[in-house]
C-alpha cells in the first residue's frame, strides 16, 4: 500500500514537473483518470481509459532527464495491480500507512490532493497534514531538513495548514509509553533517540523501543525494588542502584551486569563521570564511593556529612562531586568533593531547616541548582563564586526532578504535585506547566542535543516532547506568520 501511494505520489510529481497545471487539465481526461485514480476506482479506470492510454500519459513525464531511470511502465502496471486491495482500506489502515511514508513522499501526496482537487472517500489533505506534522517535528529535530525538503515545504497552502497543526499539537508528546508497573521512578533516552531505558518500583530496567512503543528487553539480577539509574555519554552503558544494597553496572547489548559491592544499606543514588570513567554512589549508609567503571574496582570512599545523599551530579571536570548534605546547622547544603583526594572543597548552604532533593549542574557547571523539600522552592547557586543568585517556590507539593536546559536558561522540574514545569533560569518565571498523566511527576530528562523532553511518571507513564514545540504558547502570531523553515528551526532550538 505504501508503493502504492509513492507512485501516485511520484507520478503526479512528474505531472507538475513537466508544467501541468489544474486549468490545462480541468476538463481533460488525464486530471479524470487521475481522479478516479486516487479514489480508489480502479473499474471505471479500466472501463473508461485502456492501459496502454495510461501509460502513454505516464511516458509523457519522461522529458526530464533525471528521471529516464524510472519505469513508468512498471509503475502503471503495479499500480492497476494494488488498486483492488486499496479500494478496501480503512482510514486507520491509510494513517498508518502515510506514517511510514518519508517526508517528501507526504509533501508531493499533499500536492498530489492539492492539484487534483479531490474529496470523496478519504479527507486526504487532513490525513497528509497529520502525518507530515508528526513526520516533521521528529526530522526536524534530527536535523536532516535539507534545502530539498525546505523548499518542497514551502508551498503556501501546505505551510499554512502546517504551522496550525504544529501548533494544535504543540503540547502533545511524540512518544508515549505504559509500563505495568505501578511506581515509576525514572527514565532516560538514548543518545540517538531510538531507546529508552526506565526503572520502576519492580527489581527490572527495561529497555523501549521508542519508534515500536515496545520493551524490547528486560535487565534482571537485582532482589530489592530500583531507586536509581544512570546512563554513560555514549548509551552502551547504564547502572542501577537498588534497595538490595548494590550498584549494578549494564553491558546494554550484552544485558550483563558486574555488580558494585561495598554499601550496606539502599541505594539512594548513582552517577556517571562526563567522560563515563568513574561511578559514583550513594547510599543510606551516608557513605559515598567511587568506582572504576572499567574495573568495577572501587577507588575511592568518604561519608556524606550529617545525612545520607539524597542526590548527586558531577562537574564538568569529571573531579568535583555535588552531594546533598546537611550543615552543622541543620540547614540544607550540598557538599562539594574532590573525588581523588575525598575532601571537601567547599559547602553551599540553604537559609533554612530543610534537607534538599534533587540538584544538576549546567552544561558548563558554572551554575548549581537544588530543590528544597520542604518550602518547594529552587536554589541557584554561582559555583565559582559559592554566591546565591536565585531563589523562587516553584510547586505545591515535594520536587522530585530538576534539571537545565543546554544553554541554561530554562530550568524543568518535575513535581509530587503532578506537574512539570519549565522555567525561565535568570527570572524565576514559569513558562510552561504540564499536566501529568497520572497523579504525580516523578523525572525529567533533556536529550543530550537538547531537543526532547522524556517524563517518566506515576503509574506507569513515560512521555517524550519535542521540547521548544512545548514553548510556543507566547508567541502563536508570531509563529503562524513564520516562513516554514523558521517555523520549523523555532521548534528545533528555541529562536
Not at 481533460?28 to 479506470?45: A, D, I, T
Not at 542502584?241 to 548513582?270: N, Y
Request: charged residues 20%; contains cysteine.
Amino acid at each position: 500500500m505504501k508503493k502504492l501511494l509513492f507512485n501516485l505520489s511520484l507520478l503526479t510529481y512528474f505531472l507538475l514537473q513537466n508544467s501541468y497545471s489544474i486549468e490545462k487539465v480541468s476538463n481533460n481526461k488525464e486530471r479524470e483518470m487521475m481522479v478516479l485514480l486516487f479514489n480508489g476506482n480502479k473499474q471505471k479506470v479500466v472501463d473508461k481509459w485502456s492501459k496502454n492510454y495510461f501509460k502513454r500519459i505516464l511516458n509523457q513525464c519522461r522529458s526530464r532527464d533525471n528521471y529516464q531511470e524510472i519505469d513508468l511502465e512498471d509503475i502503471t502496471l503495479e499500480l492497476f495491480e494494488q488498486l483492488d486491495s486499496f479500494i478496501e482500506l480503512s482510514t486507520a489502515k491509510i494513517t498508518e500507512i502515510l506514517d511510514s511514508c518519508k517526508l517528501l513522499e507526504l509533501v508531493n501526496l499533499f500536492k498530489a490532493a492539492d492539484f487534483l482537487d479531490f474529496q470523496v472517500r478519504f479527507n486526504w489533505q487532513e490525513l497528509i497534514i497529520n502525518a507530515l506534522q508528526k513526520k516533521i517535528v521528529k526530522t526536524s529535530a534530527q536535523s536532516v531538513l535539507n534545502d530539498e525538503l525546505l523548499s518542497a515545504l514551502n508551498n503556501e497552502k501546505l505551510s499554512n495548514l502546517l504551522l496550525k497543526k504544529l501548533w494544535e499539537q504543540k503540547d502533545q508528546p511524540l512518544v508515549t509509553l505504559y509500563d505495568s508497573a505501578w511506581v515509576v521512578k525514572s527514565a532516560v533516552l538514548s543518545p540517538d533517540g531510538l531507546s529508552l531505558l526506565t526503572i520502576s518500583s519492580d527489581v527490572q530496567a527495561r529497555l523501549w523501543d521508542v519508534q515500536t512503543r515496545e520493551c524490547v528487553k528486560k535487565f534482571e539480577g537485582h532482589t530489592g525494588s530500583l531507586n536509581a539509574l544512570a546512563m554513560n555519554s555514549h548509551g552502551q552503558y547504564f547502572v542501577t542502584g537498588s534497595d538490595d544494597a548494590t550498584v549494578r553496572l549494564w553491558d546494554i547489548k550484552k544485558e550483563k551486569s558486574v555488580i558494585l559491592q561495598g554499601h550496606t544499606d539502599p541505594i539512594t543514588a548513582v552517577v556517571f563521570s562526563p567522560d563515563g570513567q568513574n561511578i559514583a554512589t550513594a547510599a543510606r549508609d551516608q557513605n559515598i564511593k567511587i568506582w572504576n567503571s572499567k574495573t568495577g574496582r572501587c577507588v575511592q570512599s568518604f561519608k556524606n556529612p550529617n545525612i545520607f545523599a539524597q542526590s548527586m551530579a558531577f562537574h564538568q571536570d569529571g573531579f568535583l562531586l555535588a552531594t546533598t548534605s546537611l550543615a552543622a546547622s541543620c540547614n540544607g547544603a550540598v557538599t562539594l568533593w574532590n573525588i581523588k583526594t575525598g575532601k571537601i572543597i567547599r559547602t553551599l548552604e540553604i537559609d533554612e531547616h530543610s534537607s534538599l532533593g534533587p540538584i544538576n549542574f549546567n552544561a558548563d557547571s558554572s551554575l548549581l541548582v537544588a530543590a528544597v523539600k520542604e518550602s518547594n522552592s529552587l536554589q541557584i547557586w554561582n559555583v565559582a563564586t559559592g554566591e546565591k543568585i536565585k531563589n523562587f517556590k516553584a510547586h505545591a507539593d515535594e520536587i522530585f526532578s530538576v534539571i537545565f536546559n543546554k544553554d541554561a536558561s530554562l530550568l524543568v522540574t518535575a513535581s509530587k504535585d503532578g506537574t512539570i514545569k519549565i522555567w525561565q533560569t535568570n527570572t524565576g518565571n514559569c513558562l510552561k506547566t504540564l499536566k501529568a498523566e497520572s497523579a504525580l511527576a516523578r523525572s525529567v530528562t533533556i536529550s543530550q542535543d537538547g531537543l526532547l523532553l522524556t517524563t517518566a511518571e506515576g503509574n506507569g507513564v513515560f512521555r517524550i516532547f519535542n521540547f521548544y514545540g512545548l514553548l510556543l504558547d507566547t508567541q502563536k502570531r508570531q509563529f503562524l506568520s513564520l516562513p516554514i523553515e523558521k517555523a520549523l528551526s523555532f521548534i528545533k532550538t528555541g529562536r
